[in-house]
């Protein structure tokens, strides 16, 4: 039974660390997981907007670096960042490459992103934008495009954390 009740908490505490590292912090600063979702919604929104047939796109971020910063001290290394560098990738309809890449100062929940990104078909600039999505709507957590049944990239999906109590059965 102590066996059983130690397993259960080690499993417990494994799966708080693993959420916890999977985002950065947004405390203060911004969450690359948060801004690399945003940046693929809009993104991808203002590409179909420009007429462009958009077959798969996808984001990834991370904390820009600052040297300045990461001397100052571990309070300031480890703080929120206050940049996130984006760059994303993805191809047209027609099997051309589609990238965007720049950096990201300000993500809203889901509908906004700002910064400086410049996205390219074809190592070609179709636009470059200081702001992407709409900043004045309300923040969503909702898909800003239904998926296609050929889209290739799969989907977000919803993880959801229960804690189980393990606790000793009653003497019989």
């Known amino acids: 039974m102590r066996l059983l009740r130690t397993m259960a908490a080690f499993g417990a505490c494994g799966i708080a660390v693993?959420?916890?590292?999977?985002?950065?912090?947004?405390?203060?600063?911004?969450?690359?997981?948060?801004?690399?979702?945003?940046?693929?919604?809009?993104?991808?929104?203002?590409?179909?907007?420009?007429?462009?047939?958009?077959?798969?796109?996808?984001?990834?971020?991370?904390?820009?670096?600052?040297?300045?910063?990461?001397?100052?001290?571990?309070?300031?290394?480890?703080?929120?960042?206050?940049?996130?560098?984006?760059?994303?990738e993805g191809e047209t309809g027609d099997d051309r490459d589609i990238t965007l890449d720049g950096t990201v100062t300000e993500e809203r929940a889901g509908v906004c992103v700002k910064g400086d990104m410049t996205a390219r078909i074809a190592r070609k600039v179709v636009f470059q934008a200081t702001m992407l999505g709409d900043c004045s709507a309300a923040a969503t957590t909702a898909p800003s495009r239904a998926p296609r049944p050929s889209d290739p990239r799969p989907e977000p999906t919803v993880t959801v954390t229960r804690t189980v109590t393990v606790t000793a059965d009653p003497a019989k």
Request: charged share 20%; aromatic share 4%.
């Open 18 to 88: 693993a959420g916890a590292a999977a985002c950065q912090p947004a405390a203060g600063g911004l969450d690359s997981a948060a801004v690399a979702l945003t940046t693929d919604r809009t993104a991808t929104s203002t590409l179909e907007r420009l007429t462009f047939d958009v077959a798969w796109f996808s984001c990834s971020a991370r904390a820009a670096t600052r040297e300045a910063e990461a001397n100052a001290g571990t309070a300031a290394a480890t703080a929120a960042p206050r940049e996130v560098e984006v760059e994303c």
